[in-house]
């Protein structure tokens, strides 16, 4: 090993790099496993309002725990396979599994709500299925878990990178939504959804997300305020939501499809919109927050940031 060669080669790339930008395009519907600039291109693609859903399976270090390597491959078989099928089904473009964790990357049109109903999927999955299954079949020494899920957006970059005809490289996504989702998921508790302040800003006006179904009187009730503690407390995405309920057996198949559909109102939810209000907006700091979001989102519309 020629160490002072090594790092010199490492030095190389970075002044060359750096010397000159690469090129920056605007994409929006594209396949990132065919499309995307390859290693020697100097040229990213960049994804506005990408949508990133995070799962991420509690307590799985524990899950292998006094159990044959057969049993922990089945169960992270078992887990992770589902999730990744669901994220397909809602038309993610891109789906990253790392270790215990599936990420799904959504964009282009009604990425809000096909990202959002595939959280709801996963950890509707993961109440009624996964864990009663898991349970089943070791009933004695099993930890608690089951999927944590979050869900941020941002602009995205992405572009491949690693060492050109060979298998060490990847495609890599720079910016906010992948790590903020991250964050948000493993800020919540198995079976929950974890948005951020930006994801409810674009949902919360919609009934088929905010009130409960009418199987019972309608209520505002179905998400709470959640503080994202693993990001910066002046950071407005760190006020976000939380929703612990899943998919109604009866309506939600209904409900599904109608946001993916682009519905939002329920003349159902009419006479108590004003008790929703009330909850959503009962903090001076969500106001704040809010305006802050909005004016970021106007900025980067008029080209002032990126």
């Not at 090129?23 to 519907?29: A, G, I, K, P």
């Not at 999730?83 to 009604?110: K, L, N, R, S, Y």
């Not at 070791?138 to 992405?158: C, E, Y």
């Not at 964050?183 to 009934?207: C, F, R």
Request: a negative charge; proline letters at 5%; hydrophobic letters at 40%.
């Amino acid at each position: 090993m020629d160490l002072e060669d090594l790092l010199e080669s490492c030095d190389e790339h970075v002044r060359d790099e750096l010397k000159n930008m690469p090129e920056v395009v605007d994409v929006t519907d594209f396949d990132p496993a065919e499309e995307a600039p390859p290693i020697e291109a100097r040229r990213w693609f960049r994804v506005e309002d990408a949508v990133a859903v995070v799962a991420d399976l509690k307590s799985s270090t524990k899950l292998g725990l006094h159990k044959y390597a057969q049993s922990t491959a089945s169960i992270y078989e078992a887990a992770l396979r589902p999730v990744v099928d669901i994220f397909v089904e809602f038309g993610a473009g891109w789906m990253p599994i790392q270790g215990d964790c599936v990420i799904g990357v959504f964009w282009d049109d009604t990425a809000i709500e096909r990202a959002l109903c595939a959280g709801i999927t996963v950890k509707t999955f993961s109440e009624l299925h996964l864990v009663e299954r898991l349970t089943k079949k070791w009933p004695d020494s099993l930890p608690s878990t089951g999927f944590k899920v979050g869900m941020a957006t941002s602009t995205l970059l992405v572009k491949r990178i690693g060492r050109p005809r060979t298998p060490h490289q990847a495609l890599v996504w720079p910016g906010k939504a992948l790590n903020y989702a991250v964050k948000a998921a493993q800020s919540g508790d198995a079976h929950e959804l974890i948005v951020t302040g930006s994801v409810w800003d674009a949902i919360s006006d919609n009934d088929y997300v905010t009130f409960t179904c009418d199987c019972s009187t309608p209520t505002p009730t179905l998400w709470h305020d959640h503080d994202i503690e693993k990001l910066d407390h002046d950071d407005v995405e760190r006020t976000g939501r939380c929703l612990t309920s899943k998919w109604c057996t009866v309506c939600g198949e209904s409900f599904c499809n109608a946001i993916l559909n682009g519905e939002t109102h329920r003349d159902s939810v009419d006479p108590y919109r004003a008790q929703l209000q009330l909850s959503t907006f009962r903090e001076a700091l969500a106001k704040k927050n809010a305006t802050a979001r909005q004016r970021q989102r106007q900025l980067r519309a008029l080209g002032a940031i990126r």
